[in-house]
């Protein structure tokens, strides 16, 4: 069964910093440009960012543009999203998925449980 396994959520104290990690299973989708987005109590869904198949280009929602860093390593099969000075706002579950530009690529594999990130103020 292809899955999506996201790991290192956790608390931290504003400013401090977290790196989320991604890593399908079932699958790879190496070919794919795969985006990070996250979903706050009581809101909708968002785009955090996105990494191309080739892992040279990226995309950032301008909430986090300077703070967070998109990378993928294609060889270990993990996408990986770097957090740096972070805010209370940036509390959320934090998912991966295949994307489309900034929206993801549905159809394709079911949201993973996704990573709680919790900051505190």
């Known amino acids: 069964q292809v899955r999506l396994v996201e790991s290192g959520g956790g608390l931290v104290q504003a400013g401090g910093s977290l790196r989320l990690s991604c890593a399908p299973v079932?699958?790879?989708?190496?070919?794919?440009?795969m985006g990070w987005f996250r979903q706050a109590p009581g809101k909708e869904r968002e785009f955090v960012a996105v990494i191309d198949w080739s892992g040279k280009n990226t995309s950032y929602a301008d909430s986090v543009k300077g703070r967070f860093t998109i990378s993928r390593d294609t060889v270990k099969n993990l996408v990986t999203l770097e957090m740096n000075n972070l805010k209370p706002e940036d509390t959320a579950v934090y998912y991966c998925h295949p994307a489309r530009r900034t929206s993801p690529a549905t159809g394709y594999v079911d949201w993973g449980q996704g990573a709680q990130v919790t900051v505190s103020s």
């Open positions: 079932g699958r790879t989708f190496s070919l794919w440009a």
